[in-house]
């Protein structure tokens, strides 16, 4: 699975951003989709996924923030991001995984074995 993500950038704080993840090269449905972050200095964490169910979760950093969807297909997953604080300042990183479970997927990341990661898109929040 290849993992191309776009839409970061730098805003101010308040302000909005909506990531992009396009995939392709893949042979089996996507389960678990969904984006991680990682500040300097900080480990990564997960923000926000999406199951094969429509089935969302988010991060508690993200509720009533961030939005995160799928375009099956064109096979796109989205996140909205709004009302931008600095402490989201991050490398955001689209990860997806080719079978189940999604259970526990943000605090657990994508299953070694069955996992794929985007290269990351930077979003920068000033205050």
């Known amino acids: 699975v290849r993992l191309v993500e776009s839409g970061g950038g730098s805003v101010q704080a308040g302000g909005s951003l909506r990531l992009s993840c396009a995939a392709s090269?893949?042979?089996?449905?996507?389960?678990?989709w969904g984006w991680f972050r990682q500040a300097p200095g900080k480990r990564r964490e997960g923000v926000a996924a999406?199951?094969?169910?429509?089935?969302?979760s988010y991060a508690e950093s993200a509720k009533g923030r961030f939005t995160v969807s799928r375009d099956n297909a064109n096979n796109t997953l989205y996140l909205q991001m709004n009302s931008l604080k600095p402490e989201d300042t991050a490398m955001y990183y689209c990860a997806a995984q080719d079978r189940p479970p999604c259970a526990r997927w943000l605090e657990r990341g994508p299953d070694p074995d069955f996992g794929y990661w985007g290269r990351g898109t930077q979003v920068t929040v000033s205050s």
């Open positions: 090269e893949y042979k089996y449905s996507i389960f678990c």
């Open positions: 999406i199951g094969s169910d429509g089935g969302t």
